[in-house]
């Protein structure tokens, strides 16, 4: 982002060491939007974009019971068999 001329910056309260206090602030996109709604966003191009990441999967009729379809920020770390048993399946 930074070699196209934009910044991410840190908005909030901080602790004593400022370093960013969780909870108490967000990140934003040129000191603008907040980076979670910075995505795509025209204004904040091109250091930014709405542009999805796009992957073919083959599916098996037999062995696949679901798919989750998820932003990194709903999977909020969690590995394929953590989100499978979120969901009541097993993995």
């Known amino acids: 982002m930074e070699g196209l001329g934009g910044r991410v910056a840190w908005?909030?309260?901080?602790?004593?060491d400022g370093s960013?206090?969780?909870g108490a602030g967000v990140y934003r996109v040129n000191g603008n939007l907040a980076v979670a709604r910075a995505v795509?966003?025209?204004a904040e191009k091109p250091c930014v974009s709405g542009e999805p990441e796009l992957r073919r999967v083959a599916l098996d009729a037999d062995?696949?019971?679901f798919i989750i379809i998820a932003s990194g920020k709903c999977t909020n770390g969690h590995r394929r068999t953590?989100?499978?048993l979120r969901t009541g399946h097993s993995a």
Do not use: I, K, V, Y
């Not at 908005?11 to 004593?16: E, K």
């Open 40 to 42: 795509g966003d025209a």
């Open 11 to 16: 908005h909030g309260a901080r602790r004593g």
């Open 20 to 22: 960013p206090l969780s």
């Open 82 to 84: 953590q989100l499978a």
């Open 63 to 65: 062995s696949d019971e």
